[in-house]
């Protein structure tokens, strides 16, 4: 019912910073709790951050937790992922998420709806 299309990835040298955006569309995002979560090569998809409907509750995987800033402007429908002080190790694809689901947040299977995702790659 919500696409989702993930933009502002890129290539950036280590203790950069980049942001993400993720565009939704439909006139009911604000119904939606949004995630962020990444995928490197070989390894399992994992949760980054995610927000509530407001945007006044918001949760980080502690790898991210004072680098990482979730935030949603609902008038804009777009959910956003600031990302600074970037290591090799966030080099990833990352996948913006919609849920309309009172499941855990931080898990995946929670999120019904995925945006193609946008390469982020951390240089040392």
């Known amino acids: 019912q919500v696409e989702l299309v993930e933009s502002g990835g890129g290539l950036v040298q280590a203790g950069g910073s980049l942001r993400l955006s993720c565009a939704a569309s439909g006139r009911t995002f604000s119904r939606y709790r949004m995630g962020w979560f990444r995928q490197a090569p070989g390894k399992e998809r994992e949760f980054v951050a995610a927000?509530?409907?407001?945007?006044?509750?918001?949760y980080y995987a502690d790898s991210v937790k004072g680098r990482f800033t979730i935030s949603r402007d609902n008038a804009k429908n777009t959910v956003y992922l600031q990302m600074n002080s970037l290591k090799p190790e966030d080099t990833a694809v990352y996948y913006c998420?919609?849920?309309?689901?009172?499941?855990?947040?931080?898990?995946?299977?929670?999120?019904?709806?995925w945006g193609q995702g946008t390469q982020v790659t951390v240089s040392s």
């Open positions: 927000t509530d409907w407001s945007g006044g509750n918001t």
């Open positions: 998420a919609a849920a309309d689901s009172l499941a855990l947040i931080t898990k995946y299977k929670t999120y019904a709806h």
